[in-house]
């Protein structure tokens, strides 16, 4: 979710007496026959460096088997005329050792891409995809930051109709911005990290995301929910975002259900509710102390004599172990955190790691999986 934080800074010379309005088309909008889950072809994998204000990043997401969480993300930003920028983060959370770190790395703007688009090569951050589009090989050699892991796809990715949300349009043409999303739900991550000199092997569920936001975040959405909920015979992800008041509040959700390492169900019928909210007197956000979550959906139809079922999930997630609360604007100047927090309110990022239990139903079985989830909400925007 973070990929947005390296725009933040241009909200002032862009934000003001907007008044556009226009509709919303959301990926679920692009689905045939109730079937939402569409097949990632190699075009998916690719880089697309597009101009303006756009936003592009790849997440791998990593719930280690000793119950930690990690994650690293690689980014690239454009800021209309202003020349691109690359950076990096990474979250290591592990409760043996008890580290817990955040890191945000500004690099220089060399980012090198294969010849078919889908591999690159930045000044600390490599990432490199095998031919099958099966299993990334991922490379950080920062002073600060040492890396190298195997991340391999268990089952099937996907993407959503389209992969696509089209803000104040119904394709690309006619839209004042896009959202694009690429999942891999469930995967395998092995190998070693190295942060502020401490060594540590990495065996991990990973969930992994390919995500592009053609337009400045602060104009897309009010607010994000992401779930990415990884368990020894299951993994759920959930990704939700509010847009902004100009695009009508319409919430797009999107999500997916592993079963037994497969990919049974990707499903838009889903639900976040926030339960016993507290104002956090930091902030003023009303934060949730527990929240219910519900996926519902039908089973993946593979081929014509498969017999669809439907599918649903429901979790409830007491919020006990909050690893991080990110100030967003922390890092830049005083005067104009103020000038931004005056029109775009205070961008702050929750970020959780609690135990659930998922209770699983598909067709007339059901099923009880206890396992981690990782939970992120993210306040953006006042519009």
Known sequence: MSSWLSQITSTVTNIAGLTEEGSVKTPGDSAKDGQYYSELTSKDYEWTLASGSATENQIFYMTT????????????????????????????????????????????????????????????????????????????THPELIADLDYIRIDKGFKVGEGKTFLGGKDQNSAAGIVSHKFWPRCSAKGTIII??????????????????????????????????????????????????????????????????????????????????????????????????????????????????????VMIVPLKNLIDKIDILAEIPWFLKKIVQTFVVKPYVYQWLDEATAEITVGDEKFTCPGKCYQELVFVSAF
């Open 65 to 140: 088997k000793t119950g930690g969480f990690i994650f690293v993300q690689l980014i690239y930003s454009g800021i209309g005329l202003w020349k691109p920028t690359v950076s990096f983060t990474c979250r290591f959370y592990d409760p043996l050792s008890k580290k817990n770190k955040f890191k945000n790395f500004n690099q220089a703007s060399e980012f090198t891409l294969s010849k078919d688009r889908r591999s690159v090569k930045t000044e600390f951050f490599n990432v490199t995809l095998d031919e099958a589009s099966s299993k990334f090989k991922i490379s950080i």
């Open 196 to 313: 502020e000199k401490q060594y540590y092997e990495v065996d991990a569920y990973g969930m992994f995301i390919h995500a592009i936001q053609g337009m400045q975040p602060q104009l897309i959405a009010s607010k994000w929910n992401f779930i990415d909920f990884q368990a020894k015979d299951a993994a759920l992800s959930m990704m939700q975002f509010t847009t902004t008041k100009q695009y009508g509040g319409v919430e797009v959700n999107q999500g997916s259900i592993v079963l037994h390492d497969k990919l049974i169900s990707v499903c838009v019928e889903n639900n976040v509710e926030m339960l016993d909210l507290k104002k956090d007197p930091e902030t003023d956000y009303d934060i949730p102390q527990s929240v219910k979550l519900s996926w519902k959906g039908k089973t993946i139809k593979e081929n014509d004599t498969d017999q669809v079922k439907n599918v649903s999930v």
